[in-house]
């Protein structure tokens, strides 16, 4: 791409912000669809060679082999259903927070959370460049107002946090770092790759590429077809060959033999001096399956390989042969802790740092709901003894007091996170001569608020106050009835 042609290409990218178009993007606009075909048409004469690490046309390989492989897809989709079906909180001022629950619920378009964080996901999982957020915006260097998934595959690192997208057009648009977001899994050190990734898809190649293999021949043997090979015929011509089997076809169409192909008869000359006419046919394949070979431990290594590269416990997607016993108690909870973390986890991660650190205003925290109820129950039973250790110190043990004062428990279980931290402060009581003595002034905290995914409002601070007046009250009577 020449100089001049890349200064037209940041030209229209600026226009269309200045036509108040949050992406740029031709997706969303009115596109031909002859230009899409033309151009999604090139993946489509890829061969089955796997590109090297770096080659653009690596990740449309990746992206269309993992799809032939049931296994591989099925820990794709145990994987992106896992984040997409993720609760999350929004935690900031309520106009800010009200306003980005909206722009998130509204990601892609107006296609929603889900779609776009399944797509970005499968990107992570299935392409080294990994997943592409555009930050759609009104006009440059504005807010933004919109988020949207960019097609991994059209994506190009370029270097110095700037990447060339590839529209359907088949124009290079180039787009600024601070128009769009990126994360992808196993960054490459090597400063040539300009931080290409190393995905799931490209750590379990080789093992898909030998079960795909498998497949292939199974489906060979159980569709009658003839293995790659050499074929011998000795006793008739090719030509005698030849008649044979259009014979054989002609009363396989005529009898409706469709599933069940029947019989190919080779008759020779019984009559032929020397045992000439006796027929026989030699197949010798160019690839068979060794001997005592063993399909279900194979394909059980290879979940086990898919579990590896992917960095979850095998039983998300795949369960082994126990011999007719399912896995104990112990094992499933053993799992469920183990999918919280590895390669789950740092998708969680990379995307709540890209969020809060790339995309939201500073005082906007986003993060992801990974709680279950027993968890929550663990948490509260831990929460009430803390509170209840707290309170035992803060009681009076004489006229001087307790071991600690009411602030001082305070900010202990902020320290414990049982109390958010703007209770390690004391509110300052500010009096006028229009007020009521005693009322405060309406401090900034009054007005945060955290809203779940859901829509359900989990707190402000009037909710937070309720939660732990009780103990503050309790606290306050007992200094009380000590001074009394």
Not at 54 to 82: F, H, Q, T
Not at 196 to 219: I, P
Not at 265 to 284: D, E, K, R, Y
């Amino acid at each position: 791409m020449g100089v001049r042609e890349s200064v037209r290409n940041w030209l229209l990218a600026d226009k269309s912000k200045e036509a108040g178009q949050l992406s740029v993007q031709s997706r969303f606009t009115n596109e031909s669809a002859d230009q899409q075909i033309s151009f999604v048409s090139m993946f489509n004469r890829l061969g089955d060679s796997a590109p090297s690490l770096g080659d653009p046309a690596r990740d449309p390989y990746l992206r269309k082999i993992w799809k032939k492989e049931p296994i591989c897809a099925g820990a794709v989709y145990s994987v992106v259903s896992k984040l997409r079906t993720l609760g999350w909180t929004l935690e900031g001022g309520r106009n800010q927070v009200k306003q980005w629950t909206n722009i998130l619920h509204e990601a892609e378009d107006g296609a929603g959370w889900g779609v776009f964080i399944s797509k970005l996901v499968e990107d992570y999982l299935t392409t080294d460049s990994g997943a592409f957020i555009e930050l759609g915006k009104k006009f440059k260097n504005g807010p933004v107002r919109g988020l949207f998934y960019i097609d991994a595959v059209r994506c190009r690192l370029i270097g110095a946090g700037h990447m060339v997208y590839k529209d359907s057009t088949g124009i290079d648009i180039p787009i600024k770092p601070e128009d769009f977001a990126h994360f992808n899994s196993l960054p490459s050190p090597d400063q040539d790759l300009f931080g290409m990734g190393f995905c799931f898809v490209s750590r379990a190649l080789k093992a898909v590429k030998l079960l795909l293999a498998l497949h292939q021949y199974e489906s060979e043997k159980l569709e009658n077809l003839p293995p790659e090979g050499i074929a011998t015929v000795t006793g008739l011509t090719i030509k005698q060959v030849q008649k044979a089997f259009d014979l054989y076809k002609a009363k396989r169409q005529s009898r409706d033999q469709l599933t069940f192909p029947g019989i190919l008869w080779l008759v020779g000359n019984p009559m032929a001096p020397g045992g000439a006419g006796q027929v026989s046919v030699n197949l010798t394949a160019f690839s068979t399956l060794p001997e005592q070979f063993d399909r279900q431990g194979l394909i059980e290594t290879y979940a086990k390989t898919l579990a590896a590269c992917i960095g979850t416990d095998v039983g998300e997607f795949w369960q082994p042969e126990r011999g007719g016993f399912g896995p104990s108690k112990g094992e499933v909870t053993v799992q469920h802790a183990k999918a919280r973390g590895k390669g789950v986890g740092e998708i969680i991660s990379s995307l709540e740092r890209i969020l809060n650190w790339e995309i939201l205003p500073e005082n906007i925290t986003f993060a992801f709901d990974q709680q279950d109820d027993e968890e929550d129950l663990r948490r509260a039973e831990i929460q009430h003894q803390e509170i209840t250790n707290v309170k035992e110190m803060a009681e009076p043990l004489s006229e001087e007091g307790g071991i600690i004062t009411i602030q001082e428990a305070r900010e202990l279980l902020v320290t414990k996170q049982v109390l958010p931290e703007d209770y390690a402060y004391q509110k300052e009581t500010v009096t006028t001569d229009t007020e009521p003595e005693g009322q405060t002034e309406k401090s900034w905290e009054e007005d945060r608020i955290r809203i779940h995914s859901s829509g359900r409002v989990l707190w402000t601070p009037t909710h937070r106050k309720q939660d732990v007046s009780q103990l503050l009250r309790d606290l306050k009577q007992y200094k009380r009835e000590l001074t009394n």
